[in-house]
């Protein structure tokens, strides 16, 4: 960093980035101690030659020179022969380190930076041509505290998501939702994934990534535009559960033939509607707003994840497995195998996430959640001032997380997976964050999360020796367990007993009377076979199991059977 003054006695000072390579010197960590020094404003030469170097040299002077037509140590080189203490390369190119070889290292023993061009533009204009400035590079923090707020957004979601989605998935495969007064539908329908969809998925991911690369300043509005229309879809599914508890707005619009207006929604949902469409609306005209526009974006963005969690639908555990471990190689792939293959040496997937810093709009991707950095960082002023969370790294482990909790319903198992795979969630994302401090660089979330839920979700079952059915999700695709079927004994009445008929002969025959035959299961039986006395058991077994349920109101009925029995059973004797 740099931070510059005026030589004007009570001016305040500001900060501007630069990037230097601590190769050729060292610069104090402590703004305190870093010399504060003349900056000659030297843009118009490139310093290439003796002839750029003004009439007495830089005597104890940091000059800013343009960049260009020589390397980093012909520059340098000149301007510590003439004396300069420090050299700041103006740059209206990409800022990256100045590079030498070693030999170079060891004999030059000042400090050199680039300074972006429209920096120096800022310094003329804010503080003159007269200026001091001192270099120095403070520590970076090892996390931000907004780690801690992006981890409970993430979780939060993940959990929420999940649990919404199994709740709702098991309740409507157990009775049918009703429409408001026959018109709308409460709930949205749902989408199950087939192997053929993963596949088209990643694969239009690989796609769209690599096209962004090469096309961002294009494609980045056509992005924008979906988000908008997504997230305002999402916000109404979200909201739309707690509106409808309200008692205000249920009257409908008039009979009208407008495409959408034309199942006459209530005017609650109609204002609805309007609200999430505004919302969307001011975030897309105020979101380069860096102080504000955060919030409305992390808020659109749970609530376009917490929809897409409700409507996208794993049916099998290894349909979950699939999706997790193609994701699993596409993240890992695109953050640290393209850096070998693009000029730059930079990741597609972190230049894409971030936004190229060499882009004419200054745009940037709005499916990430964003936090901005709460400690006092120089990445704040060199265009990085938030951290970010795709939202990749929390629908595709939260889909698991759903299933999950389907699963635990179906098994009745006090909600032992979605508990796990959540916790197993949150342990990633904190071993994200980790690797994130300690290689100071960008990470593939899906890197730690993939096999945390999935190892996870694997072991509870295996432990449960419920293994088989949560892979193939046996039983839960089509059907859930019903409840049991009750049946009511019938109250047979009692036949009189013969008295030419033995007793132990009687007693045989009501012990095989059943309550309830089942005769017609096994076929007819011929009338030579049926005993004179089967009769009145099969008028006994004809009587209808429903009569059971009803038998307060059928009592009148039994007792005429049991006259007509009595009757039959003279006749026989």
Known sequence: ???????????????????????????????????????????????????DVPHGGFNNQI????????????????????????????????????????????????PVALLSYDDMLDIRKNFGTHVRGALYAPNEPVLDYNMVIIFVMAVGTVAIGGYWAGSRDVKKRYMKHKRDDGTEKHDDETVDVTPIMICVFVVMCCSMLIL???????????????????????????????????????????????????????????????????????????????????????????????????????????????????LFVYDVFFVFITPFLTKSGESIMVEVAAGPTDSSTHEKLPMVLKVPRLNFSPLALCDRPFSLLGFGD?????????????????????????????????IGLLM??????????????????????????????????????????????????????????????????????????QDTEQMINPTLHVKELHGPTSAAEELPDTATKRDQSEIPIAQSEEEPAGQNEDNGESKGVNTEQKQLE
């Open 394 to 426: 929390i629908l595709v482990p939260g889909l698991l997380v759903a299933y999950c909790h389907r699963f635990d319903i179906q098994v009745q198992s006090s909600r032992v997976y979605f508990v796990a795979c959540t916790i197993a969630y949150g």
């Open 212 to 326: 962004l690369y090469f096309f961002y300043d294009h494609l980045v509005y056509v992005i924008i535009g979906i988000f908008c229309l997504a997230a305002s879809i999402g916000l109404y599914s979200c909201l739309s559960p707690f509106v409808r508890r309200f008692p205000l707005g249920k009257c409908r619009i008039p009979n009208n033939n407008l495409p959408y207006f034309r199942k006459r929604p209530q005017v609650r949902m109609l204002l609805l509607a309007v609200f999430c469409i505004s919302v969307s609306v001011v975030w897309g005209v105020f979101r380069n707003e860096d102080q504000w526009a955060w919030v409305l974006q992390d808020a659109l963005g749970i609530a376009f994840c917490l929809y897409m969690l409700k409507t996208i639908r794993l049916p099998t555990f290894k349909a979950c497995t699939l999706l997790l471990l193609v």
């Open 1 to 51: 960093m740099v931070h510059v003054l005026s030589e004007m006695p009570g001016s305040k000072g500001k900060d501007y980035c630069i990037l230097f390579n601590s190769q050729w010197a060292h610069l104090p960590q402590d703004l305190g101690k870093a010399s504060l020094l003349e900056l000659q404003n030297q843009t118009a030469s490139v310093l290439c030659s003796s002839s």
């Open 63 to 110: 000059p800013m020179v343009m960049r260009g037509n020589c390397t980093f140590y012909e520059k340098v080189r000149l301007a510590q022969i003439n004396g300069a203490r420090g050299l700041l390369i103006v740059s209206k190119e990409r800022l990256v380190p100045p590079g030498g070889n070693r030999s170079q290292y060891e004999e030059i023993d000042i």
């Open 432 to 505: 994200t964050f980790v690797a994130l401090a300690m290689m100071q660089m960008g990470q593939p979330a899906l890197l730690y999360l993939v096999p945390c839920t999935l190892f996870t979700s694997f072991a509870v079952a295996f432990w449960r020796k419920e293994l088989a059915m949560f892979w193939t999700g046996s039983g839960f695709a089509k059907d859930l367990p019903q409840p049991p079927l009750v049946i009511a004994p019938v109250n047979c009445p009692e036949l009189p007993k013969d008295s030419n008929v033995p007793a132990s002969q």
